[in-house]
């Protein structure tokens, strides 16, 4: 699986600085959560990293990661898109790219930038201007015919989460067959189910942001 996501269908973003890495999903899928998830799995490993948020038209994802204690408070940025979220990863992401060049003046070093956008629909995609990779979040509670349903960010991201993985008897998902059709509709691309409550799958996500865009293997 490594080797796929190192391979990916585009190159790293020009340019030395952080590696910067986004994080898409419908409302709820679980974005925020993943990375409550990923900080001390990135403090583990010795991660210079950062985080910019963005909502529509509150902080409150921003406030949520500063309130956790899990985090400096001053490495989490908020942006507001004041419309659609994916205006501002994908269309104009200058106020995103300005609030990652401000984290990286402020902390000289950094190494990893988390752009979690607001929740959004399966056409949501981020712009290469703005990342060198992204992942885009989906749950189980939100329906198992998702894969089937092909959207944008679903196809094009470099790493697909599967979350909630632990409700899907509870919601009638036939979890097997939508993992399989998930990896039937991305090819080689990777999928990887998580439980985010329980820590299930996060040490795998890390795994493919550090093989992908920081080169640790």
Do not use: Y
């Amino acid at each position: 699986m490594l080797h796929s996501l190192r391979t990916s269908d585009h190159e790293i973003r020009s340019g030395a600085g952080a590696a910067r890495v986004g994080i898409g999903g419908p409302v709820g899928s679980g974005k925020t959560a993943l990375i409550e998830a990923l900080i001390p799995v990135l403090q583990r490993r010795g991660i210079d990293f950062a985080v910019v948020t963005n909502d529509l038209v509150t902080r409150e994802d921003a406030e949520r990661l500063r309130r956790s204690g899990l985090i400096d408070p001053a490495r989490v940025s908020a942006v507001e898109a004041g419309a659609c979220p994916h205006t501002v990863i994908r269309e104009d992401p200058t106020l995103n790219i300005a609030a990652g060049d401000e984290l990286e003046a402020r902390f000289p070093g950094l190494e990893l930038i988390l752009f979690e956008s607001g929740g959004d629909n399966l056409a949501s995609t981020f712009s290469l201007d703005l990342v060198d990779w992204w992942i885009f979040v989906i749950d189980v509670a939100g329906g198992d015919d998702i894969p089937r349903k092909r959207g944008p960010g679903m196809l094009r991201c470099d790493l697909l989460i599967v979350n909630k993985i632990d409700l899907a008897p509870h919601v009638g998902v036939d979890l097997d067959r939508m993992l399989a059709e998930a990896r039937q509709v991305r090819g080689a691309k990777a999928v990887v189910p998580t439980n985010l409550k329980n820590g299930v799958g996060v040490e795998a996500v890390a795994d493919a942001i550090s093989a992908a865009v920081l080169f640790r293997v």
